[in-house]
């Protein structure tokens, strides 16, 4: 189940050349972060967005492809836009 809107969705082309070399979809990831699977992020972080789903902040989540790449999904707290990135891209 959907736990928040995406808005609209976007990618940095380093992320965009990620998934491409990994051979990836990054919908599935997306399905993840929606549905508050955060990924691969500490505890405390992980509390700070159910915090942050309950008080319409910012919510990251962080994956590791299939060839260990490290990708962030971050939505912002207006809930206007989703971005795909790379950790070195922030």
Known sequence: MKL???????STPGAIEAFREAGELPWTYLIRHLTGDFG?????????????????????????????TRVWLITEADRRVTTFLLPTEY
Do not use: C, M, T
């Not at 928040?4 to 976007?10: A, D, E, K, L």
């Open 40 to 68: 691969d992020l500490d505890p405390e972080d992980v509390q700070e967005n159910v915090k942050a789903l309950e008080l319409g902040l910012r919510i990251l989540s962080a994956y590791h492809l299939r060839n260990g």
């Open 4 to 10: 928040f809107s995406p808005g609209s969705i976007v």
